[in-house]
């Protein structure tokens, strides 16, 4: 025990400092009042003043987790209202249609945000507005920032602008890979191999797009993607032309070849393509064969994209 003059004068202290301090003590219950001498105070029981001081801790804790729980489902209603709202469908389904200009960009600024590790594009545009290249190197250096892969591909023509080819060559230093093709056949854009973006039109001609979600149909963009990038060339490549030896003439496409391809790539069977030629199933399917390897192509669905590549039938997307 000791007294409050006691301490003030070992201390050299007010009694005024010495009563704040002792009530501060027994506030955090490390000493109390004497029982003996009200003048006086005796030292608490350290192992229960700890336990009651982390129960304490526990008791805001558990208020904070409440807090936070309440706040995180305020957050899901209000995201839930805000989709509603700018008529965007639930995420449930794998096809989701994105309606107007403005909802496409703020789902590209969501998915830009969403990202973590890989986003693949093909751009089959020639040129851009001043406002679209400063809208797309801003969300791309973002995502750059967080050390996501980044590869696209854009068509040679569009390195004639100056602006564009600026715009590439400031991503690319941030760590970006860009290639350029003669043709790119669609725009596309693909997210960490699990969701895309393509190009769509609504009944009344207004300008969309389609979010595909789900692992057959990622694969399938991926596939598209990886096909074209094969062929395209980087920055440094475009201005040299390749050494190869010239193809001979009659690997170059016949009308035949021509309107076979379109059939083909309007989903036409063998049978009423061979009906519309006016020739046998078996003679349609050996020409196929024969387009397949004169393109180098293991599929069907690569012959295809190898002969929009190559300009032999006009890109399946009009975009």
């Known amino acids: 025990m000791a007294r409050n003059e006691a301490i003030a004068a070992a201390l050299e202290l007010s009694i005024g400092d010495v009563e704040g301090a002792r009530e501060q003590l027994i506030k955090a219950g490390l000493v109390r009042n004497s029982w003996d001498d009200e003048s006086a105070i005796a030292f608490g029981n350290p192992e229960v003043v700890l336990d009651a001081a982390i129960r304490q801790q526990q008791a805001e804790l558990a208020r904070r987790q409440e807090q936070l729980a309440t706040s995180r489902a305020g957050l899901q209603s209000l995201v839930s209202d805000y989709l509603q709202a700018t008529s965007q469908p639930s995420r449930s389904g794998e096809v989701v249609e994105v309606i107007g200009r403005d909802a496409i960009h703020r789902e590209l600024e969501m998915w830009s945000h969403k990202v973590r590790s890989e986003t693949l594009a093909l751009h089959p545009d020639t040129s851009y507005t001043t406002d679209q290249l400063a809208s ?184």
């Open 136 to 319: 797309a190197q801003a969300l791309d250096l973002a995502v750059l920032a967080r050390g996501v892969k980044m590869r696209s591909v854009y068509t040679q023509e569009s390195r004639n602008d100056p602006a564009v080819l600026a715009y590439h060559r400031t991503v690319v230093k941030h760590g970006a890979e860009i290639r350029y093709a003669g043709v790119v056949p669609v725009r596309m854009l693909v997210f960490d191999r699990e969701a895309g973006l393509i190009p769509s039109h609504t009944a009344d001609n207004r300008r969309a797009a389609l979010r595909l979600q789900g692992e057959g149909v990622a694969a399938m963009l991926v596939l598209s993607f990886d096909l074209v990038w094969s062929q395209a060339m980087p920055d440094d490549a475009c201005d040299v032309a390749p050494e190869l030896d010239p193809a001979p003439p009659q690997r170059g496409p016949t009308d035949l070849d021509r309107t076979l391809l379109q059939l083909l790539s309007m989903g036409v069977k063998d049978e009423a393509a061979a009906r519309h030629l006016g020739v046998s199933v078996r003679t349609v399917r050996r020409q196929i064969a024969d387009l397949m390897v004169r393109l180098e192509a293991g599929s069907r669905f690569e012959a295809g994209m190898q002969a929009a590549m190559r300009g032999w039938l006009r890109p399946p997307f009009n975009t």
